[in-house]
């Protein structure tokens, strides 16, 4: 169903007439004429509001004048700061506060429909495909990079009213308990998609079971639930919500059901059913967490009125995010799968599963799985011995957890493991390591790890391919 929308739907939103309801105090010149919301003072533009935070590492508000000079009509602000003549400051008791309210108004005048997709693993390869699919039909707005928090929301919210789409396709990330009650709050998805539940924020959360329950509140707000059927914490936790529910996975029980018939290093050919038809296709990309988020993106689609079989023909123009799955080639036949963007116990599995059956010289360098709480020690050490799947033959493991990783992988017969505390001699040690002829180098780590800078060191000994 294509959506009527009005002409010029941001006009509908008047900024001075919120300041007035939401009851800051506004000090300065403001006209109410504006560009964007921005919450870094260095990237903003000409006629931007720059709102500031205070963050637990850096206090924006030191950075107003810098954000004034840089273009912004006046800053939101929760403290009396200077400011130059021909601007203005809002003053609210917080920041963080204002834009959740900011995005709850803009949410409420946004005509086209809006996408909320949530899991432990797989948010951003999803997000990317369904917005493949429906750009083929639909005029469709998603968010960028990790535009996935309380912040980040409102502000892509309101690009979005601005832009007119008809699908708003949004990645939600939680890491505490209460987080996804305010972003359903801000977002309120017609349409939800849970992925899956690994054991990711146990430090805030506690346990997958947490997890689960937090991440299934995305449900509340919803019309229709997509749903991994074969997620069990995802079929119990999500149970309570009386939405209509659309499910996808490999039993006959499903709504979409998926089967992968072949797959190497570089493609893999699949077959999906739906509604007693089916269609094989051949995807020029590989692994069996690809596979999950094709049939995620797959039920978007179908619920959106878009032809099945259509809609994966479709995805043989994706190509792997930078960071979670790209493959690099280099030269001698060397590959890369770059999935350095974030790493957990769950999504490191997943990927895993990716390498089994390889025939190449295999090189694993991965490092600390972050925000894991007090079973970090634990999780690593299992994590390690999840290397007995595919039994590489150099393992290069970096950070505080390293040694508990290394242990679990040595106690599952695994040889060749080298572990570092000091990233600088992880990356040194790289530099020099034996790289034969068509091997294929797996690097993964948590965001605050930056294992890219590995894949910066192999490029510099292997010139693209």
Known sequence: MILSLPERCSMEFNILKFFKDYGGELIGDFDGDFN???????????????????????????????????????????????????????????????????????????????????????????????????????????????????????????????????????????????????????????????????????????????????????????EIGILNAEDSLIMRYSAPYKIQKFFFGETERVDLRGKILNMDNERMSITLSYNGKSQDTVLPFSGIHFFYDILAAVSVAITCGLDFSNSLESLKAFSPVEGRGKVLKLSRGVRIIDETYNSNPFSFRRALESLKGHKSFLIIITGDMLELGEASSALHFKTGTMLSQIEPDLTIVVGNYSSYFREGAESVGIKNVFSFEDKREALHFVKGIEIPDDSVIFVKGSRGMFMEDFIVVLKERLKDG
Not at 109 to 125: C, F
Not at 147 to 167: D, R, V
Request: charged share 25%; aromatic share 8%; proline share 2%.
């Open 36 to 222: 964007d919301f921005c919450v870094d003072s260095r990237k903003v533009n000409a006629g931007d509001i720059f709102v500031a935070m205070e963050g637990k590492r850096v206090d924006s508000h030191f950075f107003v004048m810098d954000a004034i000079s840089n273009g912004a009509r006046g800053a939101i602000v929760q403290r009396r700061v200077g400011f130059p003549e021909g601007s203005f400051i809002y003053i609210v008791p917080s920041t963080v506060d204002f834009l959740i309210s900011l995005g709850e108004q803009i949410r409420n005048l946004l005509h086209g429909k809006v996408i909320g997709i949530t899991g432990s693993a797989g948010k951003t390869t999803t997000k990317e495909m369904v917005n493949l699919i429906l750009s083929q039909r639909f005029k469709t707005i998603k968010t960028e990079g990790n535009m996935n928090t309380e912040i980040s929301l409102p502000i892509f919210l309101w690009g979005a009213l601005k832009a007119n789409s008809q699908y708003i396709i949004t990645e939600m990330g939680i890491q505490r308990y209460g987080d996804m009650d305010t972003l359903s709050k801000i977002v309120k998805p017609q349409i939800s998609v849970v992925l899956n539940v690994g054991e990711t924020h146990l430090e805030f959360l506690g346990d997958t079971k947490k997890v689960a329950e937090e991440k299934t509140k995305i449900l509340k707000e919803s």
